[in-house]
């Protein structure tokens, strides 16, 4: 089971308001150590520099939990990952996924996706699994999916060794930046003002983002699902996004839930594609306002978490030039790899 390195070793005390360290508490100490050694460039905001590490850019409290997902992260072959680089349609994917593996569960009024975030119903490794490894989700060893934004190089071990599924979704690096740099505006923590658009989108092309360069991101799962397509799937959002159908339904075959005849006659892959719709989803009432997540505290309210759901938005704030640095910055990247004449 994925949760079985961690255990909970929170006790009450005389005082009942302290607790015993977690284990990724205890461990804390030897990452600090690592990452206090490690190269550093400014950040988005003054007070979040980003931290170089095995040849990709961090946060601190992100790079700590990745290493804790490498030390201690079991994955089982039965596992699937939803991986993908922030901001490029995780938060969709995952609605997607845990409905379609769901759907005997739950009908229409009783699927979780009513009341919860999509983010509390799959984890993520390098957040959840080593800073809260209490929660209901992580504890339920009937739970078989898991999400991660850390680079294809950098997943755990066992994650790779496994023969686990993984389904990977990319998004035009545009619109990836402008979702990125509006969801930093609204960060409740304060980690100092965020940069202009156009100081963040040059940082942006130079690679200097938390998980990046973002464009290396894509390929490193890109070259992994071309060595082994049975077991990873490469999705792309703007694709998905303009015919969902078809794409919902090779998802839930790849997943081994597969549509039954019956069901495509009933309409089901239909009311799973609506359920998790962009529109539906940000209209619920879990998703409105200032609610926030139930399983740990986050910088972000749930709102935050569906703005537009559009593409091409990128025009309404880049100028052409900006554009065309990035698409060009992309053809370069990705010259010769197949990516770009693929259609994913």
């Known amino acids: 089971?994925?949760?079985?390195?961690?255990?909970?070793?929170?006790v009450p005390n005389h005082d009942e308001t302290e607790k015993e360290p977690t284990e990724f508490e205890k461990n804390r100490k030897r990452y600090q150590d690592v990452t206090s050694t490690l190269p550093q460039v400014k950040g988005w905001r003054p007070k979040a520099p980003l931290i170089e590490y095995g040849g990709h850019w961090w946060v601190k409290p992100i790079l700590e939990g990745s290493l804790y997902a490498q030390d201690f992260f079991q994955a089982r072959p039965s596992d699937l990952f939803i991986c993908s680089y922030p901001k490029t349609g995780s938060t969709w994917l995952k609605s997607l996924t845990f409905t379609i593996a769901n759907r005997?569960?739950?009908?229409?009024?009783?699927?979780?996706?009513?009341?919860?975030?999509?983010?509390?119903?799959?984890?993520?490794?390098?957040?959840?699994?080593?800073?809260?490894?209490?929660?209901?989700?992580?504890?339920?060893?009937?739970?078989?999916?898991?999400?991660?934004?850390?680079?294809?190089?950098?997943?755990?071990?066992?994650?790779?060794?496994?023969?686990?599924?993984?389904?990977?979704?990319?998004?035009?690096?545009?619109?990836?930046?402008?979702?990125?740099?509006?969801?930093?505006?609204?960060q409740r923590f304060e980690h100092g003002p965020l940069n202009s658009l156009e100081e963040c989108f040059d940082m942006f092309c130079q690679g200097f983002c938390a998980c990046g360069p973002y464009l290396d991101h894509v390929l490193g799962y890109w070259k992994a699902h071309q060595e082994n397509p049975d077991k990873i799937l490469?999705?792309?959002?703007?694709?998905?996004?303009?015919?969902?159908?078809?794409?919902?339904?090779?998802?839930?075959?790849?997943?081994?839930?597969?549509?039954?005849?019956?069901?495509e006659k009933n309409g089901v892959v239909e009311k799973v594609v609506n359920l998790c719709s962009f529109e539906t989803m940000k209209n619920l009432e879990v998703n409105k306002g200032d609610k926030e997540r139930e399983d740990h505290p986050s910088p972000y309210t749930n709102s935050a978490y569906f703005r537009k759901g559009k593409t091409g938005?990128?025009?309404?704030?880049?100028?052409?030039?900006?554009?065309?640095?990035?698409?060009?910055?992309?053809?370069?990247?990705?010259?010769?790899t197949g990516l770009l004449e693929s259609g994913n």
């Open 234 to 263: 490469f999705l792309k959002y703007e694709t998905v996004r303009a015919d969902p159908l078809p794409y919902v339904k090779s998802l839930a075959e790849f997943m081994g839930y597969g549509f039954t005849a019956e069901e």
């Open 1 to 10: 089971m994925a949760t079985d390195a961690v255990t909970d070793t929170s």
């Open 313 to 336: 938005d990128w025009v309404n704030y880049l100028t052409p030039d900006m554009a065309a640095r990035m698409d060009g910055i992309m053809e370069e990247k990705f010259k010769g």
């Open 104 to 186: 005997s569960r739950f009908d229409d009024s009783t699927n979780p996706l009513l009341k919860h975030n999509p983010h509390e119903l799959i984890p993520f490794i390098e957040i959840q699994f080593p800073q809260f490894p209490n929660i209901d989700v992580l504890k339920d060893k009937g739970n078989h999916l898991f999400s991660t934004h850390m680079p294809h190089d950098f997943l755990p071990h066992s994650v790779v060794k496994s023969g686990c599924k993984m389904v990977y979704i990319w998004r035009d690096p545009k619109d990836t930046f402008i979702s990125r740099w509006s969801f930093f505006q609204k």
